[in-house]
């Protein structure tokens, strides 16, 4: 019963370091997501894919890249982390295209930059 | 970016008290959804409406579709200690066709 599954949970970076924060999914979902979660922002979408090698840009896609080798894991990576990067990171998956009803989040990663 | 008006932006009742809280946008959507966020969980589904002017429930929720297709409603009643947390409208549909969500209202039931 794991759903959509992200690591690390929470994560330190100092300004410029790079790393990946990794989503997984079992649920055979064509479609996957990332968003970040701000205070008094709501979810932003930053990048998203409707299916392996297929990635698209979102919301806010600037210093974040994806890549989408298989239909399980979609890894969001910062490029060299900047503090406007704090914040709180959902991976999500769905069956149908954004429809809503069918997205799944995991439980998220909080990842602060100094 | 496009973003959805939701208000309140926060509220702190006592236990069995009747809440409500709304959504708004300048876009039309053609479904609005609901979901509520558990302290370091993501959001999952409470209701999803798919027609303008529909009124659906469940258990001690109920939503609404805005007739103008540009706004929501939620209503909890007889809110309970577990009804905390933070929750989000959002709509898919508008300029972009995308899921987007509302700027979050936080829930604090006192018992």
């Known amino acids: 019963n794991a759903g959509v599954t992200q690591t690390p949970k929470f994560q330190v970076l100092k300004t410029g370091q790079s790393m990946t924060l990794q989503c997984a999914q079992d649920?055979?979902?064509?479609?996957m997501s990332w968003y970040r979660q701000d205070p008094g922002m709501g979810l932003r979408l930053i990048h998203y894919?409707?299916?392996?090698?297929?990635?698209d840009q979102g919301e806010v896609p600037n210093g974040y890249n994806v890549s989408r080798s298989t239909t399980e894991d979609f890894p969001l990576r910062l490029l060299s982390a900047a503090p406007s990067q704090t914040s709180v990171y959902f991976c999500?998956?769905?069956?149908?295209?954004?429809?809503?009803?069918?997205?799944?989040f995991g439980e998220g990663s909080w990842l602060t930059v100094v | 970016g496009q973003q959805l008006n939701q208000s309140p932006q926060s509220m702190f009742i006592q236990e069995g008290e009747d809440v409500s809280m709304n959504c708004t946008s300048s876009?039309?959507?053609?479904?609005w959804l609901w979901y509520k966020q558990d302290p370091g969980e993501g959001p999952v589904l409470l209701i999803a409406?798919?027609?303008?002017?529909e009124l659906t429930s469940n258990g001690r929720l109920t939503a609404q579709f805005g007739i103008t297709r540009k706004d929501s409603f939620l209503n909890i009643s007889a809110s309970i200690p577990s009804d905390v947390g933070i929750y989000f409208c959002?709509?898919?549909?508008?300029?972009?066709?995308?899921?987007?969500f509302g700027t979050g209202t936080l829930l604090a039931v006192q018992p």
């Open positions: 999500a998956s769905s069956r149908d295209w954004f429809s809503g009803n069918t997205i799944y």
């Open positions: 649920m055979n979902h064509e479609y």
């Open positions: 894919s409707v299916g392996a090698g297929i990635t």
């Open positions: 876009s039309i959507f053609n479904t």
């Open positions: 409406l798919y027609k303008a002017g």
């Open positions: 959002a709509g898919l549909g508008g300029a972009t066709n995308k899921l987007i």
